[in-house]
C-alpha cells in the first residue's frame, strides 16, 4: 500500500518492489528509492531536497521540493501530476513527461522529453538521444546550455532567450508568441521554422542543412547577417524589411515582404516561388 507520512524531519526509504508515496509532509531532506515502479499518489511536500529513483516514475500526485532529482532507471518519468521545485535533474532510460513549475530544469532521456510550466523556466543541458525535445512555458524560456536532440526541437513560449548555442539538431521549431527572438549560432540538421512577434536577428552563424521558415509578422523585421549557410529554401511567411547573409548560394521560397529586401551571397541567389515585395 501507500506510505503515508504525517510529519517528520529527513526520510530515507527503500523497497525492494514498487513503492507508493501517498501524502507525505517532510520538514527535511527525501531519498526515496525503488526496485520496480516509484509512485507519487497523494500530495508530497518537503521542505529541503528529494530524490526519487525508479525503474518507472509515475507522478499522479503533487510533488514539492527545493532541488528534485529524478531518475527513472528502466523507464520512464510520466504522469499528470504538478511537480513544484526550484530546480530538477531528471534522468530516464526512456522518456520524459513532465508537469513542471520549476525555475530550471536538466534532462536526459534516450526518448522523448515534453515539459510544461505555467511560468518562467530556464533550461540547463538537456539531451535526448533518440527523441524529441518539446517544451511549452506560459512564461519566459531560456536556453541557458547544451540543447540536443536525436530528432526534433519544439520550443513554445512568450519570450524564448536563446543564452547557449544547441547541440545536435534534426529539426527545430521555436515559436516566441510575445516578442522578437534573437538566433544564437545553431545547426540544424533538418528544418528551421522560427515565428516571432517581433523581429528576428542573429549573434551567430546559422548553419540550416534543409529549409528555413520565417514569419516575423508584416511590421517587423528579419535581419539574418551573420556569416549563415542556409542549405535549403529560405521561406519567408511575414516580415517587413528582410536582410539575409549566406556564405554559400542562396535560394529563397515562396516569400511575402511588406518592405525591402536586401540578400548577400557567395554564390547564386536564386528563387523556387513566388517572392512579392
Not at 18 to 37: D, E, K, Q
Request: glycine share 10%; net charge negative; aromatic share 0%.
Amino acid at each position: 500500500g501507500e506510505v503515508v507520512i504525517t510529519s517528520a524531519d529527513d526520510v530515507t526509504l527503500n523497497d525492494a518492489g514498487n513503492l507508493a508515496l501517498g501524502n507525505a509532509a517532510i520538514t527535511g531532506n527525501l531519498s526515496a528509492t525503488a526496485a520496480a515502479n516509484l509512485t507519487v499518489a497523494g500530495d508530497v511536500n518537503v521542505a529541503l531536497d528529494a530524490s526519487l529513483t525508479g525503474a518507472d516514475i509515475i507522478l499522479a500526485g503533487t510533488l514539492t521540493a527545493a532541488d528534485l532529482t529524478l531518475n527513472a532507471t528502466a523507464g520512464s518519468i510520466s504522469g499528470s501530476g504538478l511537480v513544484t521545485a526550484d530546480s530538477v535533474d531528471a534522468t530516464a532510460a526512456t522518456s520524459i513527461g513532465l508537469n513542471l513549475a520549476a525555475n530550471s530544469l536538466a534532462a536526459s532521456a534516450d526518448g522523448d522529453i515534453v515539459v510544461s510550466d505555467p511560468d518562467s523556466l530556464t533550461l540547463e543541458t538537456v539531451a535526448s538521444v533518440n527523441g524529441s525535445v518539446s517544451v511549452t512555458t506560459a512564461g519566459n524560456l531560456t536556453v541557458n546550455a547544451s540543447l540536443s536532440a536525436g530528432s526534433d526541437v519544439d520550443l513554445t513560449a512568450p519570450v524564448i532567450q536563446l543564452d547557449a548555442s544547441t547541440g545536435a539538431l534534426n529539426d527545430m521549431v521555436l515559436n516566441a508568441t510575445a516578442s522578437g527572438i534573437v538566433l544564437q549560432s545553431l545547426t540544424v540538421g533538418g528544418n528551421l521554422s522560427v515565428t516571432a512577434a517581433g523581429p528576428i536577428t542573429d549573434s551567430g552563424a546559422l548553419n540550416i542543412a534543409g529549409s528555413t521558415t520565417l514569419a516575423a509578422g508584416s511590421a517587423s523585421d528579419i535581419t539574418l547577417d551573420a556569416a549563415n549557410d542556409f542549405g535549403g529554401a529560405v521561406l519567408i511567411t511575414t516580415a517587413n524589411d528582410v536582410v539575409l547573409n549566406d556564405t554559400g548560394a542562396i535560394e529563397l521560397g515562396v516569400s511575402t515582404i511588406s518592405g525591402n529586401l536586401a540578400i548577400t551571397a557567395n554564390g547564386a541567389i536564386t528563387n523556387s516561388g513566388n517572392v512579392t515585395t
